[in-house]
């Protein structure tokens, strides 16, 4: 739920005593229901906020609607229109303008009467979306000029939401109005004109990244006295698996990575069952030695072991990975990729797809097939094909140049615009850049995976390209968050960069 803003109010704000008093037309009058006179026994109470919601907040979340519990929801005319204006098009944003436009319908359509009067006093909101909400939504019925500055033309619509925030404000002077934006500026106007605002949070997985899952936790030096007084041990398929009970189990999860540097023979392992107090880790094995390279690769690093632990399981359906540039995350998934594919023919063939910006328009008017306009988009895996097709010498410059076909027939590239509806079968599915996707659309492109498909989510949530995304709201984000702790998951976190001292250097200081 949003936050409350702390407003503090000045001695100008203060209720009149005007607020108390009721002349005898006063009393006459049926009181609005924005302004409601609340009993001697209510006055006690702390009354429902009223939020005035931006058009950016619906075109993001059109379940925004639903989603502020117990308080009361407005709709000023300019939100209206931008809906109007934006609802046209093939993209997200037009799709979740039309989709508010449908949820407002069904609100005022299941009101009796429907008329304009009756939509004056507020409509009983609905449960829809998984949510329960008890306020009404009201809606502009009146035209409203307030005094903003003469800086603030009126025929903004910014200005005009701010305009009727400012009058129901005043309107209301013993509810608390705020306005709820996705635009920061929007934000930043309204604080300056003593305006309450918001950004719209409940989409938010965390509020702070450095609070998301990494896959990976060190354990402590005292771990084995304290988990290993019961502890069992046996070896199966080259792996040693350990069962241990202690304190510190309830805090991990399945498929999640352990270590223990602390003694001469270092030890790295995964948790494969939990239960209460009890859990198996199994011991990895060894990518960084040369016997185990993955088409040629090795992993420089402890999380790139872990990340090729997850890629090269055929029991983890789907992993993630986090990292910043020139951590490996493209490499490590293509090796992977091209040994499952071709070498042990666990999969057919190789599908890669990534977010072009502006996300969700066509990808253009260029000549060609759908992989070869996405080309332009596809550099990164271009460059590590160039250095996967060069690890093996052996057949000579023929022989590289019949390895780079066979490769490339192995990998299709599409377009995300065309993803929905499709179906993928035993197929190695990397999605790259996938920062820049919206949990929506997230869980569009996870749904397309049939039996024996791996899907693979790379990204970095610091490089966020797209409109109204933030760390905490990004579709990576949210599938990191919901899929720990899943037996069929894993995610790993790449800390250190291993693409050259010049770019590690850059990415510390710059």
Not at 21 to 40: D, G, I, Y
Not at 200 to 227: C, M, Q, R
Request: aromatic share 6%; net charge neutral; with cysteine.
């Amino acid at each position: 739920m949003l936050k409350p803003y702390d407003r503090r109010t000045s001695a100008d704000e203060s209720p009149t005593p005007q607020d108390d008093v009721h002349s005898e037309s006063e009393a006459s009058t049926p009181p609005s229901p924005l302004t409601k006179k609340p009993s001697r026994t209510a006055r006690k109470t702390v009354p429902s906020k009223l939020f005035v919601l931006d058009t950016n907040v619906l075109m993001h979340d059109p379940s925004s609607l639903f989603r502020f519990e117990e308080h009361d929801v407005y709709l000023p005319i300019g939100t209206l229109e931008e809906l109007d204006n934006h609802k046209k098009g093939l993209s997200d944003v037009s799709r979740n303008a039309r989709q508010a436009s449908r949820f407002l319908d069904e609100i005022i359509s299941t009101m009796a009467g429907g008329t304009a009067g009756d939509i004056s006093k507020g409509i009983p909101l609905t449960p829809k979306a998984g949510e329960a909400p008890a306020g009404r939504l009201f809606l502009q019925t009146e035209a409203i000029s307030a005094d903003l500055p003469v800086t603030l033309p009126m025929g903004k619509t910014d200005n005009q939401i701010l305009a009727v925030v400012s009058h129901l404000q005043k309107a209301n002077p013993r509810r608390e109005v705020i306005l709820v934006s996705k635009d920061i500026n929007m934000r930043i106007k309204a604080r300056a004109l003593a305006l309450a605002a918001e950004d719209y949070s409940n989409d938010k997985v965390l509020e702070d990244t450095d609070l998301l899952f990494t896959g990976i936790t060190k354990l402590p030096a005292d771990f084995w006295d304290t988990h290993g007084k019961d502890m069992e041990s046996w070896k199966k398929d080259g792996h040693t698996f350990y069962r241990v009970r202690g304190p510190l189990v309830p805090q991990l999860y399945v498929n999640q990575f352990v270590y223990d540097e602390s003694g001469e023979r270092p030890l790295y392992a995964m948790v494969k069952e939990k239960s209460g107090r009890m859990a198996v880790i199994e011991t990895l094995r060894d990518y960084s030695h040369a016997k185990n390279s993955v088409w040629g690769i090795t992993s420089r690093n402890r999380e790139q072991n872990f990340a090729l632990n997850l890629l090269m399981n055929p029991s983890v359906d789907f992993v993630t990975l986090l990292g910043q540039a020139g951590t490996g995350k493209t490499l490590l998934a293509l090796a992977a990729g091209l040994t499952q594919v071709l070498d042990e023919k666990r999969y057919t063939e190789i599908i890669v797809t990534r977010v072009t910006v502006p996300i969700g328009e066509d990808i253009g008017f260029l000549p060609g097939t759908e992989e070869e306009k996405m080309t332009p988009w596809m550099g990164a895996f271009e460059d590590n094909l160039e250095v996967l097709n060069t690890t093996d010498d052996s057949g000579g410059e023929w022989g590289r140049a019949a390895t780079r076909d066979l490769v490339r027939s192995r990998i299709k590239i599409k377009s995300l615009n065309f993803m929905r509806g499709r179906t993928f079968i035993n197929k190695f599915l990397i999605i790259d850049e996938a920062q820049n996707l919206t949990p929506k659309q997230m869980k569009t492109l996870i749904t397309r995976a049939g039996p024996g498909t791996k899907v693979l989510c790379l990204g970095n949530v610091a490089q966020i390209d797209t409109p109204y995304l933030t760390e905490g709201s990004s579709g990576l984000t949210y599938v990191v968050d919901r899929f720990k702790g899943w037996g069929h998951s894993g995610h790993v976190t790449l800390a250190r960069g291993e693409r050259s001292r010049l770019a590690d250097h850059a990415a510390e200081v710059l």
